[in-house]
């Protein structure tokens, strides 16, 4: 059994911040890959961050330099850290994870296992 766990979303003004998280439960399996992706309706979700277990992150270029994505991997947790949020940040955000090596970039959103999402809304 896998559970992902989303919290920090919310409303926010242009410029900004939030925070976030990502819990990964399991009694069972550990993490390879965690991601954030988000969507719009009428768009297709897009990846925003991902990061390798213990190892290197990937952002997407339209995040790049206003959002950054770290771990807790003692506690399974992903973060995702959104400064200077403009409102076409806005969406829903989907936290993801792999249980397998898979290429853990933004651009790859073959996750086996997917959060029920967080609502981020940026005002101007």
């Known amino acids: 059994q896998v559970e992902l766990v989303e919290s920090g979303g919310g409303s926010v003004q242009a410029g900004g911040s939030l925070r976030l998280s990502c819990e990964f439960k399991?009694?069972?399996?550990?993490?390879?890959?965690m991601g954030w992706f988000r969507q719009v309706p009428g768009k297709e979700r897009e990846g925003v961050a991902t990061r390798v277990r213990d190892g290197s992150t990937s952002v997407a270029n339209s995040v790049k330099g206003r959002f950054t994505v770290s771990e807790h991997s003692a506690q399974d947790t992903l973060y995702l850290q959104m400064n200077s949020l403009k409102p076409e940040d806005s969406g829903m955000y989907y936290c993801?994870?792999?249980?397998?090596?898979?290429?853990?970039?933004?651009?790859?959103?073959?996750?086996?296992?997917w959060g029920r999402g967080i609502l981020v809304n940026v005002s101007s």
């Open positions: 399991s009694d069972t399996y550990s993490t390879a890959c």
């Open positions: 993801a994870a792999a249980l397998s090596t898979m290429k853990c970039i933004p651009e790859n959103d073959a996750f086996e296992h």
